[in-house]
């Protein structure tokens, strides 16, 4: 079989390298890929939103499976432009894509099916929305959230702790701090609690969640500083208990299931639902209809079936046949960004060390990395993501630091906590 990969992140990475471990998969392509990619599959120069270009190379080199690995073409319709021309894809159609295109429609639709989550309110004007705000907190409202309503990558969200904060980050939404996302936005209830990462395989007829994960969204150790796409993640996440899990299945993803159909969305591929466990009790923050990215990597270092078998019978409406194969032990990924990351960074300098971290056994993914003078630079905020795999999660976490150790890059820097927050589980 043939596969093509779209993306050309971690969570590309990640994919590709489960996938290229089947019996049944002879090649793997990823457009664009990066760096690391490159080792594992034939990079292919398509950029992500060249949707007839992609469809184009599939057909011309008979491709039995796309997968589509980042939600921008989701959403920009690169399913339906694949299903117009019968070739099989993972991943949902442009309708409903806008789980995460649209934080109101998703809103909407967990309203609709009873999906427990936070009490939100749209709006399209800056005053009426200012107003709600300075009311929240007039009750009493410790802490209010922010969120535009399109796609802004992973920048539309404030959590504000206090009025100010807030009215100044509505008021850039409204500015056009994130253009056309921005025009429409939610004020919500800010929940408090632990977070965690269920990503679950859907095609419609049957809902798999894959096994639970955990990310470190801030820049800096204890949860501090500014939101990044993720620095870490380890899988699973002992917050998601067994009591969790059967409110998970119960609560959300039959709903979901439910909402789908009678819908009629054509969903063949992976809903990523961000959780807040608050006192036991999961609720959701947002829809994503793509891997979690690092989430994907620990999950996938535990995965031990055939992955193109899975992601294939999804695309084509089987995941009912489909065997997931896991193995109990944890783990860990951690992120090396780039020196300024989530600000401005620079790049272009030599990654050194990582025939050495591969070495001690850890899988290094690789994501904002390209080739500069026939050697691996960083290219991007988020450069690598390192993992490991253990009997417990400590030990995971120490094979996968003492690979970090080996990789240096000018200005690179990683979060030295991944993992902690688990260990407290174990006490
Ligand atoms: P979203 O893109 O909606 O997931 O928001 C990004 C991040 O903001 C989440 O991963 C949470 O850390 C945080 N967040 C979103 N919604 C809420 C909420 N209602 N209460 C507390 N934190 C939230
Ligand atoms: N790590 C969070 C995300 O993929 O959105």
């Known amino acids: 079989m043939k596969v093509l990969v779209i993306g050309s992140g971690g969570r590309e990475h990640a994919l590709v390298w489960k996938l290229k471990q089947s019996s049944q998969v002879e090649k793997v392509y990823c457009a664009p890929g990066n760096a690391g990619i490159a080792a594992d599959a034939e990079c292919v ?3 992500v939103g060249e949707l007839e270009k992609l469809a184009d190379f599939a057909e011309q080199n008979h491709i039995d499976l796309t997968v589509v690995g980042p939600e921008a073409p989701l959403c920009d319709g690169v399913v339906d432009c694949f299903r117009n021309r019968n070739l099989t894809v993972f991943g949902p159609a442009k309708e409903a894509a806008q789980l995460e295109g649209s934080k109101d429609f998703a809103k909407a639709f967990m309203l609709k099916y009873n999906i427990p989550t936070a009490k939100a309110a749209t709006f399209e004007s800056e005053v009426p929305a200012a107003e709600y705000v300075k009311k929240e907190f ?41 253009g056309a996302a921005g025009a429409k936005v939610l004020v919500e209830e800010c929940l408090y609690g632990e977070e965690a990462s269920i990503l679950a395989l859907c095609d419609g007829k049957t809902i798999v969640p894959l096994v639970s994960s955990q990310d470190h969204k801030r820049v800096g150790d204890g949860d501090t500083g500014l939101n990044t796409g993720g620095m870490g993640a ?3 996440a002992p917050v998601v208990n067994d009591k969790v899990w059967e409110k998970i299945n119960t609560r959300i993803l039959a709903p979901f299931l439910k909402g789908v159909q009678a819908e009629k969305l054509d969903f063949r ?70 020196g300024g990351y989530p600000g401005s960074y620079q790049k272009g300098f030599e990654i050194s060390g990582l025939a050495e971290a591969a070495a001690t056994g850890a899988v290094v993914f690789h994501a904002g990395t390209a080739f500069k003078d026939g050697k691996i630079v960083n290219a991007g905020g988020r450069v690598l993501g390192v993992s490991a795999r253990g009997k417990t999660i400590a030990e995971a976490i120490e094979k996968a ?14 979060r030295r906590d991944i993992g902690a927050k688990a260990l407290k589980y174990n006490k």
């Open 269 to 338: 591929g992976v809903i990523f639902v961000g959780i807040m466990v608050c006192d036991g009790e999961p609720k959701v923050l947002e829809f994503n209809v793509r891997f979690g990215d690092p989430e994907i990597q620990p999950v996938l270092r535990r995965f031990d079936g055939d992955w193109f078998d899975v992601l294939d019978k999804v695309a084509r409406g089987r995941l009912a046949e489909a065997d997931l194969v896991w193995s109990e032990d944890p783990a860990v990924s951690v992120v090396l960004a780039s």
């Open 401 to 414: 630091y003492e690979a970090v150790d080996k990789i240096s890059f000018e200005g690179g820097f990683c």
């Open 234 to 236: 380890y899988s699973p």
């Open 138 to 178: 007039a009750s009493g409202a410790k802490g209010i959230v922010i969120k535009a309503d399109g796609l802004a990558a992973g920048k539309g969200v404030l959590v504000a702790d206090n009025e100010a904060d807030a009215l100044a980050f509505l008021h850039g939404c409204f500015d056009g701090a994130f």
């Open 45 to 47: 120069d398509i950029g």
